[in-house]
């Protein structure tokens, strides 16, 4: 999914105090110190306009704690360059199951979705559809529904692989670029991760956009995950804290992550690691 969402698991903590980052030096101040990526909507950006900033701004105000960022885009060498490092504590959105940190129990569940223009006539339900051999589908490279897309034999041009990976001259919401290209007609249909495509459909409010989850027919090559908050293996007084948290603020957690579109299924996993 997240860079770390659409890779699947592609995103070690140093050790923290069991008070979540408290400075010594600073009057014992606790701080919750997040690394975000600074150029990710819908997930973060330096504005802090993102769901997982908001998200992070409730954890660290239960907690009573000060919010803190370091800024690294989520992408190759993200945890040793973070986490590892010891610049931050917390990674607010990972696959559950991520095995270089200690996750918590998931706090909300979405997928991959097929998304095209409803004025196009189409009924594309999956990636077993007939059409998509004839269509211009976009996908995000490396990502299951371009594996999805390669074991039915659909490999040709009519593929558009996008990066998922930007220099820091690329302009914000990169992510979004397949979905324009869908609005604009440079491609017909885009297959992408979810939160991604609700939230492009809550900004090009009246883009006549329709939306199909992908079902989840291979557990070799999954669509769906469950999304934790990730510490450092061992870390478990953490853990708990935030764990304490989710549960909590589970009605106000779940009403940001629908105010910004992210498509919510049932989460399976009632526990953490």
């Not at 150029?39 to 239960?62: C, D, R, T, V, Y």
């Not at 998922?164 to 919401?173: G, M, Q, R």
């Not at 989850?213 to 708990?240: C, H, Q, W, Y």
Request: aromatic share 10%; hydrophobic share 40%; net charge positive.
């Amino acid at each position: 999914m997240s860079r770390r969402f659409l890779c699947v698991a592609g995103l070690l903590l140093i050790l923290l105090s069991s008070t979540f980052g408290v400075d010594a030096g600073e009057g014992n101040v606790k701080k919750l110190r997040v690394c975000a990526d600074p150029n990710n909507l819908p997930f973060s950006n330096k504005e802090q306009e993102g769901f997982e900033n908001k998200i992070a701004e409730l954890m660290a105000k239960e907690l009573g704690a000060t919010l803190t960022y370091y800024w690294w885009p989520h992408q190759r060498g993200m945890v040793r360059r973070t986490l590892s490092a010891g610049l931050c504590d917390v990674l607010i959105g990972i696959p559950m199951g991520y095995k270089r940190v200690l996750w918590t129990k998931p706090y909300y569940r979405t997928g991959y979705v097929i998304a095209y223009l409803n004025t196009r006539g189409f009924q594309i339900k999956s990636l077993d559809d007939p059409l998509l051999k004839t269509l211009r589908v976009g996908v995000h490279r490396g990502t299951p529904p371009e594996e999805g897309l390669a074991k039915r034999g659909i490999l040709g041009d009519n593929v558009i692989k996008y990066s998922l990976f930007y220099d820091w001259d690329h302009p914000e919401e990169f992510l979004a670029k397949p979905i324009k290209d869908v609005i604009a007609g440079e491609i017909d249909v885009a297959v992408l991760w979810g939160p991604v495509v609700g939230y492009c459909v809550k900004k090009y409010a009246g883009c006549p956009l329709e939306t199909v989850p992908l079902p989840e027919d291979d557990p070799r090559n999954p669509v769906t995950f469950e999304i934790s908050m990730g510490v450092k293996k061992g870390n478990k007084a953490l853990k708990v804290q935030l764990e304490e948290v989710l549960t909590k603020k589970q009605t106000e957690i779940r009403q940001i992550l629908e105010e910004y579109g992210v498509p919510l299924l049932a989460v399976q996993t009632p526990s953490g690691a």
